[in-house]
């Protein structure tokens, strides 16, 4: 069968799509009352096509059958406001806990839209912050070392002496170094390849504090996997 001819009769005749309510509007935004629970998780994603869209879904449907509760076009809060108050507001004000990354808009969406829940910071949010701060603070010496090495390859010129730089031990130069270190950076000590290893241990001589931190974001980690009682993660944090 023609592919197309089978698409439109899927589409026509066996999908039920003329006769769904969300027809006329599923293009911009689609809204499962149905499907809210206590629980709920709101987050933005993007389609094939690039498009953003504000997605809410049931936490304890466990992104299976009727996890999905609204999904709206674009990231306007107060478009996905005016599409959630459809839900009447005694069962938005069962909702206990909402799961957010820390975009203001997602803050104010569930502030208004759900008045008596709790609103929890989404740990690979958090988590993601930590390692973006060590990736920062790599491209900062990066960016350093780039420009020391432009001001001794100026000098050399201005002696009418040719440029030779620095290289360390494996055969990098400083700002090679830095490039090079990206992706250790991600992964825990266990994870490093033989020559990963030996990369790390040049860079953190050079760079001690960039090791502290790095050390400080896969701590975070460790406290997100091991820990559930928030009072203990606190304490574990000071110290």
């Known amino acids: ?17 003329h006769g769904w309510d969300q027809g006329e509007h599923s293009e911009d935004w689609m809204l499962f009352a149905t499907n809210i629970g206590p629980y709920l998780s ?18 304890e449907a466990k992104g299976k ?3 999905l509760v ?53 740990r690979f949010h958090v988590q993601k912050m930590a390692y973006d701060a060590v990736q920062e603070m790599r491209i900062q010496y990066r960016w350093e070392a780039i420009e020391q090495e432009s001001k001794e390859m100026e000098l050399s010129k ?8 620095d290289v360390l031990e494996n055969g990098d130069t400083l700002k090679q170094l830095l490039a090079r270190s990206q992706y250790l950076l991600f992964k825990p000590r266990t994870r490093w390849t033989p020559s990963q290893v030996h990369l790390a241990e040049i860079l953190f001589r050079y760079y001690p504090l960039l090791e502290q931190a790095y050390d400080l974001s896969l701590q975070l980690g460790r406290i997100f996997h091991t820990t559930k009682d928030k009072g203990i993660a606190f304490t574990k944090l000071a110290g």
């Open 1 to 17: 069968m023609d592919d197309k001819l089978l698409e439109e009769q899927c589409r026509d005749h066996l999908s039920g799509f």
């Open 42 to 59: 709101i987050d933005e994603t993007a389609s094939s096509k690039g498009e953003l869209y504000t997605i809410l879904t049931n936490k």
């Open 65 to 67: 059958k009727g996890a």
């Open 70 to 122: 609204a999904m709206v076009k674009r990231t306007n809060s107060n478009k996905v406001r005016w599409v959630l108050e459809k839900i009447p507001l005694r069962k938005r004000s069962k909702v206990r806990e909402v799961t957010l990354d820390m975009a203001a808009s997602m803050e104010r969406i569930i502030r208004f839209s759900f008045p008596k829940a709790s609103m929890v910071t989404d």
């Open 158 to 165: 201005e002696l009418r002496q040719k440029y030779i730089p």
